[in-house]
Each structure stands twice: as structure tokens, then as C-alpha cells.
């Protein structure tokens, strides 16, 4: 069975750092994309860092881009999403998810059980 199971989630200070991971099972993580996203409370969820290494593509959402960095431990089967210089905007339940496909953009279907990450000014 396909599970994904996030955590390193909890709360840290403004401009502070976190590093989320999020263990696969059930497939291996170079053949197919796989996504961080993120639902503040009141808000849609957004897509955060896109990956597909079978593609060669990796995708950041411009509010991130310099300060989140995605890397994954193919041992482990474990994504991580290194995330410094974080800001209060930033708060938000995050969520791993496979795409049924390598293509970053489409078929997320299996989503974790998501991770919270708060951050105070």
C-alpha cells in the first residue's frame, strides 16, 4: 500500500528554520512526482515544491523560492523539505503527496496526514 507519512512539524520564531519529512512506502519515490503543499487556516491549499526526479524537475512556489530547499534520501525513501528564513505567512498545515505520474503538474492522489508548522512574529 502507498502511504506517506509527514512530520518535523511544530512551532519556531520568525526568520527561524524547520526541516519537514515526509517517509514514503509502498512505491519508490524517483518514479513518480511528488509534492509539498500547504492549507493556512481560511485559505485554499496551495502547492508549495513540486518534484520529479525522473524528470529532472523541481518546481518552487515564489513566496518560498530562496528560502525552502527539497531533497530526498533514495536510501531512506524519505523527502525533506528544508525550510529557513521562515516567516509568519508561512504557517500552515503541510502535506506530502504522490502524483500517479512523473509530471509535476497533475494526479496528486495520495496525500499524507500533514504536519503542523507555526510561526510566530
Known amino acids: 500500500d502507498v502511504q506517506l507519512q509527514a512530520s518535523g512539524g511544530g512551532l519556531v520564531q520568525a526568520v527561524g528554520s524547520l526541516t519537514l519529512s515526509c517517509e514514503a512506502s509502498g512505491f519508490a519515490l524517483d518514479d513518480y512526482a511528488i509534492g509539498w503543499f500547504r492549507q493556512a487556516p481560511g485559505k485554499e491549499r496551495e502547492g508549495v515544491v513540486f518534484?520529479?526526479?525522473?524528470?529532472?524537475?523541481?518546481w518552487y512556489h515564489e513566496s518560498v523560492k530562496g528560502r525552502f530547499t527539497i531533497s530526498s534520501d533514495n536510501a531512506k525513501n524519505t523527502l525533506y523539505l528544508q525550510m529557513n528564513v521562515l516567516k509568519p505567512e508561512d504557517t500552515a498545515v503541510y502535506y506530502c503527496?504522490?502524483?500517479?505520474?512523473?509530471?509535476?503538474?497533475?494526479?496528486?492522489?495520495?496525500w499524507g496526514q500533514g504536519t503542523q508548522v507555526t510561526v510566530s512574529s
Open positions: 518534484i520529479s526526479s525522473s524528470e529532472g524537475r523541481t
Open positions: 503527496a504522490k502524483s500517479k505520474y512523473s509530471n509535476i503538474w497533475r494526479g496528486y492522489e495520495y
